[in-house]
């Protein structure tokens, strides 16, 4: 059996920010319509493109639209039992999460296409290397990575 996970690494490595955002949102909302029944999915499909749409009216200085829009957020929110509205909890909660997943892979990705391929570092070990070829002498690099972990790590 053939592990695809590199193929894939590969493959979403050269999509965008959007692209990643779109499809892990996409992901999540596949999730949801598996997990919970599909009103409460079209609930919290619509109270995102809602929400979504206000700040995008309100960036743009569409003040009246934006509190329309604000307003009929969260009418339709109060409206919610609390199961539905500890469902639209946790399925922002995954959301934001995600597009802070999202956020750092286009970061390292950026950072990587950005710098030399050479001069990045794969692991510690290759850090440590180049530190002491540098000068720093390993006494010196442990005592410094010692002080770095608290003392309570220990006690477990």
């Not at 509190?67 to 639209?88: F, P, R």
Request: contains cysteine.
């Amino acid at each position: 059996m053939t592990d695809t996970t590199d193929d894939i690494a590969e493959e979403i490595s050269f999509q965008s920010f959007e692209d990643d955002c779109r499809m892990l949102g996409s992901l999540l909302q596949e999730v949801l319509q598996r997990e919970v029944r599909s009103q409460i999915t079209e609930k919290v499909e619509r109270t995102r493109i809602l929400a979504q749409s206000a700040c995008t009216m309100r960036n743009a200085g569409i003040e009246d639209v934006a509190e329309v829009l604000e307003k009929q957020l969260a009418s339709e929110i109060s409206k919610m039992s609390l199961e539905e509205a500890l469902i639209l909890a946790r399925a922002f909660s995954h959301y934001l999460n995600l597009m802070g997943v999202a956020k750092t892979h286009h970061r390292v990705r950026k950072q990587r296409n950005d710098s030399n391929e050479a001069s990045l570092s794969k692991s510690c070990d290759d850090i440590f290397n180049q530190l002491v070829h540098g000068g720093v002498s390993p006494d010196e690099l442990y005592n410094t990575v010692c002080k770095q972990v608290p003392s309570w790590f220990f006690c477990f």
